[in-house]
């Protein structure tokens, strides 16, 4: 065991070998410090709901975990488009009443908001390091608050974002699916997904023989890998949690493999399946590949750049210094020896 974070100020404590050994591939728990955080206390997300004009996705508390009939069409498996009942409150009124109007709501992107932003900012420097060392390119960052009643349910869904999920006050029990496993979700699950048609994905008694189940209380958080589906039940309290999300080059090579696949299906052609073949997956993921690395150099590049105006200011400074060295006003730095750092300079 390998444990970084360990200074108070910290936000989480990990486990440098259990995440490089699970992140990206198997759900693993982590301890965080988050739990008295005055951001993240009820009262703060009431006035936060109130600040974002009523911005935010919400529903009963006691929906079935599965959404998706099996004679249903394969479009339109949203949350929103699927028009699940919701309390007649507003979100304001929804976190202030959360004990008792049987809800789960989600603050979506808190990161818009100064103080979340700077939150956000500080818990992604201390995991950056590990997680790009398994998925590099870590962009898209962002933050959603979670508020739910006691024994609210959240149905089965996946995100194709990695994600860590910090309890922060109450408990929950979380049901997560093998998404890597086409034994236990199928391709045309991940398929329709990535083809646009929403994230709500159907639940069967099999999936929960083979889910994966993690019960969170406050101060503990978990992995959820891209693509794992996954519902929430809630415990016999009030529950806030904090969701970190963000996407990667390993993200971004499997929505283009699905894309690509979907390009060659529309001319009639039968592509190998995402994993079935990855030489033939590399070969299809290059030039998504190709253009995030060369994003990430200009970008690097730009940020190491000075800019047009310090390079104004630069060289209004250094010509006349030049000027006055070249007519023999400024004295050009020696040694302790007397020698010219210029000559000792061009002789090493």
């Not at 109130?50 to 079935?64: P, Q, S, V």
């Not at 989600?106 to 950056?128: H, K, N, S």
Request: hydrophobic share 40%; glycine share 6%; aromatic share 6%.
């Amino acid at each position: 065991m390998s444990i970084t974070n360990q200074s108070p100020d910290s936000k989480l404590v990990i486990d440098a070998d259990e995440f490089s050994a699970y992140f990206d591939r198997y759900p693993f728990k982590l301890v965080h410090r988050l739990a008295q955080h005055p951001l993240l206390q009820l009262p703060r997300l009431v006035q936060l709901a109130h600040d974002r004009g009523g911005e935010a996705l919400y529903f009963r508390g006691d929906h079935r975990i599965n959404q998706v009939d099996d004679d249903a069409p394969a479009t339109n498996r949203t949350f929103i488009e699927k028009k699940l009942a919701r309390p007649a409150l507003s979100a304001a009124e929804t976190i202030a009443q959360i004990a008792a109007c049987s809800a789960w709501l989600q603050l979506r992107d808190v990161g818009t908001d100064r103080e979340y932003a700077q939150l956000l900012a500080e818990i992604i420097d201390e995991f950056r390091p590990h997680a790009e060392s398994v998925a590099p390119g870590l962009d898209s960052a962002r933050a959603d608050i979670f508020v739910s009643s006691p024994r609210a349910t959240t149905p089965f869904h996946l995100d194709e974002e990695h994600n860590f999920l910090l309890q922060i006050r109450g408990s929950k029990q979380l049901s997560i699916c093998d998404g890597f496993d086409p034994d236990v979700v199928s391709r045309e699950t991940l398929r329709d997904f990535f083809r646009g048609n929403g994230e709500l994905a159907r639940h069967t008694a099999r999936l929960e023989e083979h889910a994966v189940h993690v019960t969170l209380q406050a101060g503990e958080g978990v992995h959820i890998p891209p693509c794992h589906p996954h519902w929430v039940q809630n415990g016999a309290e009030v529950s806030i949690s904090l969701g970190i999300l963000w996407l990667s080059d390993v993200t971004a090579r499997r929505r283009h493999l699905y894309r690509v696949n979907g390009w060659l299906e529309r001319l009639g052609l039968q592509p190998a399946q995402p994993g079935e073949h990855p030489k033939l997956d590399a070969l299809k993921a290059w030039p998504a590949t190709l253009k995030r690395r060369a994003r990430r150099a200009l970008q690097a590049r730009a940020n190491r750049a000075p800019s047009p105006e310090s390079r104004r200011a630069w060289w209004k400074m250094a010509r006349p210094k030049r000027c006055a060295r070249s007519a023999g006003l400024v004295n050009v730095p020696t040694t302790a020896d007397g020698e010219s750092l210029t000559g000792l300079l061009r002789s090493l």
